[in-house]
C-alpha cells in the first residue's frame, strides 16, 4: 500500500538527442494504493507551451505495470537540437497531439493523433549504407569452450533477450503534415546535397509489435528546392508542385518522384551552331531554359537524371524561326530536315550541354575548335572538366580523387584591350591534406589560363603556383603558422611567414 501525495515544487530535465528541455513546476502526483494518479499533470517546454497528462499507472502486479493515460499537447516543442546533438535528425519541431497509452507492460499501446505545427522545420541525413554493411561485417561472436558447457548459461541469454524485448511498445500514430512546415533531407553529407521540401501529407507511423519503427503514407509536395553542391557545382533546382514521396515501411528510404528545374537565360548560337542554320546570328541573342533534374527512386539509391527544355515564356524579340529550330535541337525527334540532330538521344551531349549551362552559364559547341583556341594544356584542363557532369552529377569528383580534398574554380571575364574586347576565363584547380591528426595541412594549386593566353608567358617546368603549409596552434585552428608561396602574375609571386 502506497498512499500520499508526490510535490513537484521546480522541476528541470533535459533529453540531449532533442536539445530540448522540459519543466515541470507546482505538479502533484497522486498515490492510491497501487496506483499513480495523473490529474491534469503538466509538463511545459523551454516556451511555456503545456503537454498535460491524465490518468493512472497500475503497480499491483508488479513487475508488470498497467498503463491508462491520455495525453494532450498544443504547439509543444519536441525537438530543439542541432547537429552536434544528434548526427541523424535535428532542427525545431512543434506539433498538437493527442495520444493514449493503454495497457500491460510490453503489451501497452501508443495511439493517437499528432499534427506537425507551422514553421516546424526539420533536417534528416540519410544514413550511409557503406558504413551499415561495414558494421556488420564486423561483428565477432566469442563462443565458450564446448568442453566446459553448462546449462546455465542458455538460460542467462534468454532471460537477457526477453528483457530487453520487454521495453518495445507497439505505437500506431497518425501524423498530419501542413505545407507550412518544411523538411529537409540531407541525401550526400559528404557532397552537401540536400533536399527541401513542404507539402502536405497524411502519414501513419509507428512500433510494430516486434519494434521495428515504420511509416506508410504519401507526402505530396507543394514546393521545395534540391541544393546540388560539389566544389565547383553549387546550384539551387526549384521543385515543380505535384512530386510525391511514398513510404512504404523504412522510414529512411521513400520512394521519390520528384522533378525540379534550374532557369538560365542563354544564347542558343553553339547549341546550333554544327547544324549551319541560316541567320545564325539570329541565334546570338539570349533565350530562355529550363534545365531539369529529375529524381526517381528509393532515397537511399536514388540515380538523378537531366533533361533541357525551352521555358514557356521567351523574350518578344525571338523569332519563331529560332524557337522552332532550338525546340527542334531539343526534341526526343531527329529531323530530317537540315540534318538536325537532337542532343536528347545523345546522353553523353545532352550531360554534356547541362554541365556547360550549369558551370558556364552557355552551350557548348558540338564543333571542340570552335570553343577551345587551340590545343593546350589548359584547353585539355577544360575538357576534362566537361566530363564531371557524365558521371552522375550529384557524384561528379567523389571516386576520381581520394585521400585530398579537391577544390575546383572557373571564373570568365570580359574586358577592352587596345580598343578591342577580349574574354579571359581562368581553371584554378587545388588540392589539400591533412596530417598529424590535423595538425599540418598542405595545399597545393595551379592556375590554367584557358582563355587570351598569346600574352602570357609560363614556366612549363612548373607544377604548382601556390603552395601554403599551415600547422594548428590551438585545436580549434584559430591559431596558426602558415608558409606560403602564391603567384601574383606571371613573373612575381608572394613568399612569406605569417
Known amino acids: 500500500m502506497l498512499n500520499g501525495n508526490l510535490n513537484f515544487d521546480a522541476v528541470a530535465f533535459d533529453i540531449t538527442q532533442l536539445g530540448s528541455r522540459y519543466v515541470i513546476n507546482k505538479q502533484d502526483l497522486t498515490f492510491v494504493n497501487q496506483q499513480v494518479k495523473f490529474k491534469n499533470f503538466t509538463v511545459s517546454d523551454t516556451l511555456n507551451q503545456p503537454l498535460i497528462v ?3 499507472v497500475s503497480f499491483a502486479n508488479i513487475p508488470d ?22 548526427d541523424f535528425f535535428y532542427g525545431k519541431g512543434f506539433v498538437d497531439a493527442n495520444l493514449i497509452v493503454k495497457g500491460v507492460s510490453s503489451k501497452a499501446t501508443i495511439d493517437g493523433d499528432i499534427k506537425v505545427k507551422d514553421n516546424s522545420k526539420i533536417t534528416v541525413v540519410m544514413p550511409d549504407n557503406t558504413a551499415e554493411t561495414s558494421e556488420q561485417d564486423d561483428i565477432i561472436v566469442f563462443v565458450k569452450d564446448r568442453k566446459n558447457k553448462t546449462t546455465a548459461e542458455p538460460d542467462s ?61 504519401l507526402y505530396e509536395l507543394t514546393e521545395g528546392s534540391y541544393d546540388l553542391s560539389f566544389e565547383v557545382l553549387k546550384r539551387q533546382f526549384v521543385i515543380q508542385k ?19 528545374i534550374y532557369k538560365v ?36 539509391n536514388i540515380q538523378p537524371s537531366f533533361a533541357i527544355e525551352l521555358a514557356d515564356v521567351q523574350p518578344s524579340s525571338v523569332t519563331t524561326e529560332v524557337y522552332d529550330k532550338v525546340k527542334e535541337k531539343l526534341s526526343t525527334k531527329n529531323s530530317s530536315i537540315g540534318g538536325s540532330s537532337s542532343i536528347v538521344n545523345n546522353t553523353a551531349e545532352l550531360n554534356k550541354q547541362v554541365f556547360a549551362l550549369l558551370v558556364l552559364n552557355r552551350f557548348f559547341s558540338e564543333k571542340s575548335g570552335d570553343f577551345f583556341s587551340g590545343v593546350s594544356p589548359e584547353a585539355i584542363a577544360r575538357q576534362s572538366v566537361s566530363k564531371l557532369l557524365s558521371d552522375q552529377l550529384d557524384r561528379l569528383a567523389s571516386d576520381l580523387v581520394t585521400g585530398v580534398k579537391l ?8 574586358g577592352y584591350t587596345n580598343g578591342a574586347l577580349t574574354g579571359r576565363t581562368d581553371l584554378s584547380v587545388g588540392l589539400s591534406k591533412a596530417f598529424l591528426n590535423e595538425k599540418l595541412t598542405v595545399v597545393v594549386g ?41 603567384k601574383i602574375n606571371t613573373r612575381q609571386f608572394w613568399k612569406g611567414l605569417s
Open 65 to 86: 505495470v498497467a498503463y491508462d493515460l491520455k495525453v494532450s499537447a498544443t504547439n509543444f516543442m519536441v525537438l530543439n537540437a542541432t547537429q552536434k546533438d544528434n
Open 157 to 217: 541469454v534468454k532471460k537477457e533477450h526477453y528483457a530487453a524485448a520487454d521495453l518495445f511498445t507497439e505505437m500506431s500514430l497518425n501524423i498530419e503534415v501542413n505545407d507550412k512546415s518544411e523538411f529537409i533531407i540531407i541525401i550526400d553529407p559528404l557532397n552537401g546535397d540536400n533536399l527541401k521540401v513542404k507539402g502536405k501529407a497524411q502519414l501513419n507511423a509507428g512500433i510494430s509489435q516486434g519494434g521495428q519503427p515504420y511509416i506508410l503514407g
Open 407 to 414: 577544390n575546383v574554380n572557373l571564373a570568365s571575364t570580359q
Open 446 to 486: 595551379r592556375n590554367f589560363e584557358l582563355e587570351n593566353t598569346a600574352a602570357s608567358q609560363r614556366n612549363s617546368a612548373e607544377i604548382f603556383d601556390n603552395v601554403s603549409l599551415n600547422y594548428s596552434l590551438s585545436d580549434d585552428g584559430r591559431y596558426m603558422v602558415r608558409v606560403y608561396r602564391k
Open 54 to 56: 491524465n490518468g493512472d
Open 242 to 260: 505535384g512530386g510525391t514521396m511514398l513510404w512504404s515501411g523504412d522510414p529512411t528510404n521513400a520512394y521519390a518522384n520528384i522533378t525540379a
Open 265 to 300: 537565360d542563354v544564347a542558343p548560337y553553339d547549341l546550333v551552331l554544327s547544324d549551319s542554320p541560316a541567320n545564325l546570328d539570329l541565334y546570338r541573342q539570349k533565350m530562355s531554359f529550363n534545365v531539369l533534374l529529375k529524381m526517381e527512386g528509393y532515397l537511399k
